[in-house]
């Protein structure tokens, strides 16, 4: 990890494209990260990434032909393929989370909050390898889905429509290493490192122990819809306080 912020960013030109990142460098890199090379992965989501649009909406015809497909089938019984789906893709949350995580902290904790929605991540570095790896790996993820059809298991309006979007967003956002999309990669990888950990846990048999919340589902309804209430309000004057131009009233002649 850099010891010191010497410069605040840097200039990547490449495919008559231009990224300005935080020159963070990380002080080794991993095998996996070694074949890495920034313009070939810039080239390929530049020339590919509308072909995200096909992908999800095969995907979304898919999983409508599938559970068409299992109506009059019984469920299958996939634990051993469960537990190795969820555990190889745990396994990877964990490690985009590690490493991705360095640059992160390095962003927000020590080049600041504005850095971070600001600046992309270095495209030479493992973070850029981390965030097209998050990028590609919304394919596998369509795989989620696949086992819960088999399972016969619901499968709700949010569960595709996330699955479908979120790969479009995240190729388009590969192209230029939307800097906002350094808070989405990393959230979504420490997430996904404990969602894929519970359920390769799960897919064996085993069950977490409930506990005791001291906790209404009345006060949680009135505490979210207030709360609602205040991040609408607070949009509203943050738009009309700073985003809306206001008109320059005409200076009063006085004799």
């Not at 070694?34 to 979304?60: C, E, I, Q």
């Not at 504005?114 to 919304?138: E, G, H, Q, T």
């Not at 369509?142 to 996330?162: A, C, E, N, Q, S």
């Not at 505490?223 to 004057?237: K, Q, T």
Request: net charge positive.
């Amino acid at each position: 990890m850099s010891a010191e912020v010497t410069e605040r960013f840097k200039v990547w030109t490449g495919n008559n494209e231009t990224i300005i990142y935080s020159p963070f460098e990380y002080d080794s890199t991993w095998l996996i990260e070694s074949w890495w090379d920034d313009l070939t992965m810039h080239t390929f989501f530049k020339n590919h990434w509308f072909k995200s649009v096909y992908l999800s909406a095969a995907y979304v015809i898919a999983t409508n032909l599938l559970t068409r497909y299992m109506e009059p089938r019984k469920p299958k019984s996939m634990r051993p393929l469960l537990l190795l789906w969820n555990g190889i893709l745990a396994v990877f949350s964990i490690m985009g989370t590690w490493r991705f995580g360095i640059e992160f902290y390095d962003a927000v904790f020590r080049r600041g909050f504005i850095d971070s929605i600001c600046l992309a991540v270095n495209p030479r570095s493992p973070s850029a390898f981390w965030a097209c790896m998050f990028a590609l790996s919304k394919i596998a993820e369509f795989g989620d889905t696949m086992f819960l059809v088999l399972r016969k298991r619901p499968v709700i309006f949010l569960h595709w429509y996330h699955h479908a979007v979120v790969l479009i967003l995240s190729w388009h956002a590969a192209i230029e290493l939307t800097a906002p999309g350094r808070w989405f990669i990393f959230m979504n990888y420490l997430v996904h490192s404990i969602m894929y950990t519970y359920y390769a846990v799960t897919s064996v048999g085993y069950r977490l122990p409930k506990l005791m919340c001291q906790q209404s589902y009345d006060n949680l309804a009135l505490s979210f819809g207030i709360y609602a209430s205040f991040l609408i309000l607070f949009s509203s004057f943050f738009n009309n306080a700073y985003l809306v131009k206001k008109e320059s009233k005409p200076a009063v002649k006085t004799d």
